[in-house]
């Protein structure tokens, strides 16, 4: 049997195995070869490029983007992909000074802009007061009809900020309006991890660049050491997912994602939903439906 295998051409040696042979004579095929990582391919997929195509990509304040997915967005921009990045809030926060705060964001995302050379929507909606009105849901209807992405990109409906669960709500809404529409959504991680990772992107070479976009946002890195966290998890994801027998000194980054199809996407979304009604979650508390 095993010359057999031999004999057949590699590739199809590895389909056949990757179809057919349980995740545990996987894991220890690849621990053999030196090559474990935590889930069977068919499980979680891994990529170190991402698709030329038209990407809208959802920041409900201005540094989302980049915290969650700076390299896959520095990867978009390098191969030539259409981007639009839509900040939905005015990134005011709660304190005072709110009108000086707002200018300095936008600022800072402008920043960002001109590094990546990208399309920039200001909604300017009010930080913490995002939700799904119906004439905020027209708009996101209309945007997404006249840009027509194949990739849309926002904030897990995992993630516990309000705004981020909001700018679900809105997306769900809105795709609900656009029955026809062909185009894949994927959560990314900003506060709280993707439980359901499915998509890892292996963002090694892109990392530096992430590290230099969040510098461009020193207004939120006077609170919170985002450099650090973007670097801890995206090591953390790598190790655990597609290399964990890395030599002494070496490193690696990825960025986790749920990446759904639209229609699979507002089905999870409204499941979801539904239980933390039953729970009377408070994240609920600001849609308007």
């Known amino acids: 049997?095993?010359?057999?295998?031999?004999?057949?051409?590699?590739?199809?040696?590895?389909?056949?195995?990757n179809?057919?042979?349980?995740?545990?004579?996987?894991?220890?095929?690849?621990?053999?070869?030196?090559?474990?990582?935590?889930?069977?391919?068919?499980?979680?997929?891994?990529?170190?490029?991402?698709?030329?195509?038209?990407v809208l990509v959802l920041a409900p304040h201005p540094d989302d983007?980049?915290?969650?997915?700076?390299?896959?967005?520095?990867?978009?921009?390098?191969?030539?992909?259409?981007?639009?990045?839509?900040?939905?809030?005015?990134?005011?926060?709660?304190?005072?000074?709110?009108?000086?705060?707002v200018a300095q964001r936008r600022r800072e995302a402008e920043s960002v802009g001109r590094a990546c050379a990208i399309r920039q929507i200001f909604w300017n909606k009010p930080d913490t007061g995002l939700t799904n009105d119906q004439e905020t849901v027209a708009e996101?209807?209309?945007?997404i009809a006249t840009l027509r992405p194949s990739l849309i990109y926002l904030p897990s409906y995992?993630?516990?900020h309000y705004d981020h669960f909001s700018a679900n709500a809105l997306l769900a809404d809105a795709l609900r309006r656009l029955p026809a529409v062909d185009v894949s959504v994927l959560g990314y991680e900003v506060w709280?991890?993707?439980?359901?990772?499915?998509?890892?992107?292996?963002?090694?070479?892109?990392?530096?660049?992430?590290?230099?976009?969040?510098?461009?946002?020193?207004?939120?890195?006077?609170?919170?050491?985002?450099?650090?966290?973007?670097?801890?998890?995206?090591?953390?994801?790598?190790?655990?997912?597609?290399?964990?027998r890395l030599e002494q000194g070496a490193k690696g980054y990825a960025e986790a994602f749920s990446r759904f199809s639209a229609e699979s996407y507002v089905t999870l979304f409204d499941s979801y939903v539904r239980?933390?009604?039953?729970?009377?979650?408070?994240?609920?508390?600001?849609?308007?439906?």
């Not at 057999?4 to 195995?17: D, F, I, S």
């Not at 980049?66 to 709660?94: C, E, P, Q, R």
């Not at 996101?140 to 945007?143: F, G, I, Q």
């Open 158 to 160: 995992f993630d516990r």
């Open 19 to 54: 179809r057919y042979a349980p995740p545990d004579v996987l894991i220890g095929l690849r621990y053999l070869r030196r090559e474990s990582p935590a889930f069977p391919p068919r499980n979680v997929a891994v990529t170190n490029h991402v698709p030329a195509a038209a």
């Open 192 to 244: 709280d991890n993707v439980p359901f990772q499915n998509l890892l992107v292996d963002i090694s070479d892109h990392m530096e660049a992430k590290k230099t976009l969040m510098r461009n946002y020193q207004t939120p890195l006077r609170a919170t050491d985002f450099v650090r966290l973007v670097e801890c998890r995206g090591a953390t994801h790598y190790l655990l997912y597609i290399d964990s």
């Open 65 to 101: 983007e980049v915290i969650g997915m700076g390299g896959t967005l520095h990867m978009h921009v390098t191969n030539g992909s259409s981007v639009t990045v839509l900040y939905m809030t005015d990134g005011a926060g709660l304190g005072e000074a709110r009108a000086e705060t």
């Open 275 to 289: 239980v933390l009604r039953e729970h009377h979650s408070p994240v609920l508390s600001h849609l308007q439906r």
């Open 1 to 17: 049997m095993i010359h057999a295998l031999a004999a057949l051409p590699r590739r199809l040696v590895k389909h056949v195995l």
């Open 140 to 143: 996101m209807a209309s945007l």
